[in-house]
């Protein structure tokens, strides 16, 4: 594939988020105002899969360094979750309170159906269901469409579902028994996962302690389970007595203070990038905190809007994402055998099975 921007093949480092990407592609339509771009990671197991964030990003370069960044962390996610399916992922440059219309979606949903299935889109930041219906009307392939026009509806089910198994997994792990049941669990962020992560831990036993910025949201838990106990902010959550730390906000919860902070033995979340920055998974490790990967564990949304690829079944969908909780341990397994963090583990896992099975296509089928 052409590399357009000339990037350099040798950078591997996943900081730099420009490792070997197939495609780019930069689309504009001057009437409507669209001023997207679309990357394609890599499509070694099958269509690139991955949201439209629409986002007020400063510049085009800043709206690039995410996309690149995001587009890899899918190849990865979609690897390990066990889909036929590469990374891909695209940003539309405005805000969508204001910029967002019928003809822009449209728009770039042409852009979409011109690469011919070589990148699937779906929500993200910014993009509801409802939006996806509207770019589906100019292309076949779009996922995360609303339950009226056949689609999987809200990610967050499975994605919460899934953040749940890996949890099991990794109490599994650490105490020899995958319930929560009288285990402390703090959440940090009840909003679209959270909430309904909190759902799964009560059913199951567990008790939540739990912090919001929103008060609405505080609020509808509370009215759910009013037992649960609520604290102030992060810094009351993480030095709390709690067996495990629940990051379901933004990305970054765990920095140097946290870490040295958290009184948990597991962490194990539905946010996505919660490693602030490289080294923290060592720096967890090296406390005996179990660190249960972030991308592994959220992959029940992605697995959740994939699945709608084939027409949707929430059965077939739940039973793939329960699956997280063996992936989760074999992580865990593979770290401890390796002598490296799960993070790393993780990787590994996901970039052998990216080449393993992508090499098969190298066999010719005599047509
Ligand atoms: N929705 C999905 O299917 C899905 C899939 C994979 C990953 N994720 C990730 O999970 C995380 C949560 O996603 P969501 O869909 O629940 O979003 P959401 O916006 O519904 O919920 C986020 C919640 O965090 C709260 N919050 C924000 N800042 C906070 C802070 N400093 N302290 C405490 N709470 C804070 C918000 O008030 C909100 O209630 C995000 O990182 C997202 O990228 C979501």
């Known amino acids: 594939m052409t590399d357009v921007f000339g990037l350099s093949h040798k950078d591997t ?9 197939e495609q780019v592609i930069f689309c504009s339509d001057e009437h409507s105002g669209l001023h997207a771009i679309i990357a394609i990671y890599n499509t070694a197991l099958g269509p690139s899969l991955g949201g439209t964030r629409f986002y007020p990003y400063e510049n085009e370069q800043a709206a690039l360094a995410d996309v690149l960044n995001l ?11 066990g889909l036929d399916l590469g990374g891909g992922k695209a940003v539309i440059i405005g805000d969508p309170a204001t910029d967002k219309s019928e003809a822009l979606l449209r728009a770039y949903g042409r852009f979409v159906q011109s ?6 889109t779906a929500c993200d930041v ?29 990610s967050s089910i499975l994605t919460a579902y899934g953040v749940f198994q890996g949890m099991r997994a990794a109490a599994e792990h650490t105490y020899g028994t995958p319930s929560l049941r009288g285990r402390r669990v703090g959440v940090e962020g009840v909003g679209k996962v959270g909430h309904r992560l909190v759902d799964h831990l009560v059913e199951d036993g567990a008790e939540v302690v ?57 962490v194990c979340g539905g ?37 709608e690829i084939q027409g949707f079944n929430m059965d077939r969908a739940r039973a793939k994402a329960t699956q997280i909780y063996d992936t989760t341990l074999k992580i865990f397994a593979a770290a401890a055998e390796d002598g490296v963090p799960p993070a790393v583990a993780a990787d590994r896992l996901a970039e052998r099975r990216m080449s393993e099975v992508g090499r098969i296509r190298g066999i010719w089928l005599g047509h």
């Open 210 to 266: 739990l912090c919001d910025v929103s008060e609405q949201a505080v609020e509808r838990v509370r009215r759910r389970h009013p037992q649960v106990e609520i604290v102030a902010g992060r810094l009351e959550l993480t030095g709390a007595d709690i067996d495990v730390y629940a990051p379901c906000a933004l990305g970054g919860a765990l920095d140097d203070d946290t870490v040295a902070r958290l009184r948990a033995t597991i």
């Open 71 to 81: 587009s890899r962390a899918m190849a990865y996610k979609n690897a390990l979750a």
């Open 115 to 120: 690469l011919g299935g070589r990148y699937f």
């Open 271 to 307: 946010a996505n990038n919660q490693l602030a920055h490289p080294g923290v998974e060592k720096e967890l490790a090296d406390r005996g905190i179990l660190y249960a990967p972030d991308y592994v564990v959220n992959s029940g949304g992605v697995i959740q809007v994939a699945d």
């Open 13 to 21: 480092s996943p900081a730099s988020g420009q490792a070997k990407h």
């Open 126 to 154: 910014g993009t509801y269901s409802e939006d996806m219906d509207i770019v589906a009307r100019e292309s076949s392939y779009v996922t995360g469409r609303t339950v009226a026009n056949g689609g999987a509806g809200d």
